[in-house]
């Protein structure tokens, strides 16, 4: 495992934007963001295969999420536009070693990532 550090979280009224960042040691093969609720189970919100960049979204952020990656950098990103209340949440970043290609219905499945941030919080308002 290894350590991969969130920023970018806050505060932000309904139809707001955020963006997220997580920084990476190294390079990983899929990485993606994650989001929970108090009593809710940990969700995939967006992953990316950096390889090739195939980027895969939970529908409740289809078209209003974009995640990409810097492989120079090492850094994942998640530009959150429109946000709504429903979308308040810890956000966490995931990483995944394994380098084969996960078919879609996976991509997105908390038991596929093996290294986890410690979360940064994002929180809509009305």
């Known amino acids: 495992q290894e350590a991969l550090v969130e920023s970018g979280g806050g505060s932000v009224q309904a139809g707001g934007s955020l963006r997220l960042s997580c920084q990476a040691s190294?390079?990983?093969?899929?990485m993606a963001w994650f989001r929970q609720t108090p009593g809710k189970e940990r969700e995939g919100v967006a992953a990316?295969?950096?390889?090739?960049?195939?980027?895969y979204y939970h529908n409740s952020v289809q078209g209003r999420f974009t995640i990409s990656y810097d492989r120079d950098r090492t850094t994942l990103y998640l530009e959150m536009n429109s946000l709504k209340p429903e979308d308040t949440g810890r956000y966490y970043c995931?990483?995944?070693?394994?380098?084969?290609?996960?078919?879609?219905?996976?991509?997105?499945?908390?038991?596929?990532?093996?290294?986890w941030g410690q979360g940064t919080q994002v929180t809509v308002s009305i």
């Open positions: 990316i295969y950096t390889s090739i960049r195939t980027t």
């Open positions: 190294r390079h990983r093969w899929y």
């Open positions: 995931a990483a995944r070693e394994a380098a084969e290609f996960l078919p879609t219905e996976f991509a997105l499945a908390r038991s596929k990532y093996d290294s």
